[in-house]
């Protein structure tokens, strides 16, 4: 059986992300051929046009991950409105230099969690204009805004409630045809 390699990119830099703690819990209801990897920006430098031909080395590993995966997760929290800088400021140095996009062409689901009533729906859809730009195949349905309040996560770090696990499980069900869907194309 062939591992499919899933870069996950969690915009949110705190130790303690209710976002990180979503994107685990996931990953555990992926296939087991389905191998998830979240990459760091926290080192990411402060994107500059100026560093493009000398990438810091936190750079060149983020797009070598990027390039090296086959499909591509992103969870989102929405700050004002919109995603937060870390996850932009990665974005624009997986897309730079001109020429040497590691976002295009990946299958890409997009989720994020929130304690908020809306949760990120407006990220998530500040997002989705941000990847079309960048030729990223983002998977359209079903959007997954996740509203965590107290309970959400079991001990384990797993879904509480059966409905949300259900909910999200068919979520990452869809998001795995998705992939295989445009890793065969």
Not at 136 to 152: A, C, N, S
């Amino acid at each position: 059986m062939t591992t499919i390699q899933i870069a996950v990119v969690v915009g949110s830099l705190r130790r303690d992300s209710i976002n990180r703690k979503l994107a685990t819990a996931l990953a555990a209801l992926a296939p087991a051929e389905f191998s998830f990897k979240q990459l760091s920006i926290a080192d990411l430098p402060l994107y500059s046009q100026d560093g493009e031909m000398m990438p810091t080395a936190a750079v060149q590993q983020f797009k070598s991950d990027l390039a090296a995966a086959q499909g591509i997760l992103l969870v989102t929290p929405e700050f004002n409105r919109s995603i937060p800088g870390a996850l932009k400021n990665a974005i624009d140095h997986g897309s730079r230099p001109y020429g040497k996009n590691s976002w295009a062409g990946k299958p890409t689901g997009i989720i994020g969690a929130s304690p908020g009533a809306i949760a990120t729906a407006v990220a998530q859809q500040h997002l989705r204009t941000i990847l079309a730009h960048l030729d990223v195949l983002t998977m359209g349905q079903p959007e997954g805004f996740v509203q965590i309040r107290d309970g959400f996560f079991d001990e384990s770090g797993g879904f509480a409630n059966a409905d949300t696990r259900k909910f999200l499980q068919g979520w990452m069900d869809r998001y795995v045809t998705w992939v295989k869907k445009h890793q065969a194309a």
